[in-house]
């Protein structure tokens, strides 16, 4: 199996940053593209950020130029930047990833257990 474990959510004030991590670990094959959802109080789960294990990103329009997705290869590790936060940004963030998984190469989509950010003053 293959777990993911998100990191760095908390409280900030709107203007305020914070670097989200996301680490997978287990009976790792390759991890190929790897993605950021989030899901505010009474909404839908939501794609803010994709990355390719290439690197090749995406973004939802309403965090283009505000927020960075990028990822360590080596240590199977996603990041979000999030810059320039506003209150509309408050969600549970989840990671999301395709895992190939040894022995089998099976592959899986993995999410992890969510991190909450808060923006408010």
């Known amino acids: 199996q293959v777990q993911l474990v998100e990191s760095g959510g908390g409280l900030v004030q709107p203007g305020g940053s914070l670097r989200l991590s996301c680490a997978a670990s287990?009976?790792?094959?390759?991890?190929?593209?790897m993605r950021w959802y989030r899901q505010a109080p009474g909404k839908q789960r939501e794609l803010v950020a994709t990355?390719?294990?290439?690197?090749?990103?995406n973004y939802v329009d309403s965090v283009k130029g505000r927020f960075t997705i990028s990822r360590d290869n080596a240590n199977n590790t996603v990041y979000l930047q999030m810059n320039t936060l506003k209150p509309e940004d408050t969600a549970v963030y989840y990671c999301?990833?395709?895992?190939?998984?040894?022995?089998?190469?099976?592959?899986?989509?993995?999410w992890g257990q969510g991190t909450l950010v808060t923006v408010s003053s």
């Open positions: 999301n990833a395709d895992a190939s998984v040894l022995p089998t190469w099976r592959r899986l989509g993995v």
């Open positions: 990355i390719t294990r290439g690197g090749s990103t």
């Open positions: 287990g009976s790792i094959g390759v991890i190929n593209t």
